[in-house]
Nanobody
Framework: QVQLVESGGGLVQAGGSLRLSCAAS????????MGWYRQAPGKQRELVAT???????NYADSVKGRFTISRDNAKNTVYLQMNSLTPGDTAVYYC?????????WGQGTQVTVSS
């Protein structure tokens, strides 16, 4: 089994920054892509950003230029640096890992941006 533990969420004013972290632990033999998704109240879960083991990244158009995803392969950890936050970024942020050829989700961390 693989466990994903997220941290770094919280309350921030518009224009501020937050950094999310997600550490994967357990019986990990291979990690391919890791990523961040978010779900706002009343909306479907959506992709925020993903990163492959080789460092290739993909971002939602709404966060390009503001968010940066990175990973530390030695620590099995993925990060999401979020800058210039807006109230529209308010959501529960979920980490996802394609680990051992299976998909795993974290429990989610709340990000709230006040205007």
């Amino acid at each position: 089994q693989v466990q994903l533990v997220e941290s770094g969420g919280g309350l921030v004013q518009a224009g501020g920054s937050l950094r999310l972290s997600c550490a994967a632990s357990g019986s990990i033999f291979n990690i391919n892509a890791m990523g961040w998704y978010r779900q706002a109240p009343g909306k479907q879960r959506e992709l925020v950003a993903t990163i492959t083991s080789g460092g290739n990244t993909n971002y939602a158009d709404s966060v390009k230029g503001r968010f940066t995803i990175s990973r530390d392969n030695a620590k099995n950890t993925v990060y999401l640096q979020m800058n210039s936050l807006t109230p529209g970024d308010t959501a529960v942020y979920y980490c996802r890992c394609y680990c051992n050829a299976r998909l795993y989700w974290g429990q989610g961390t709340q990000v709230t941006v006040s205007s």
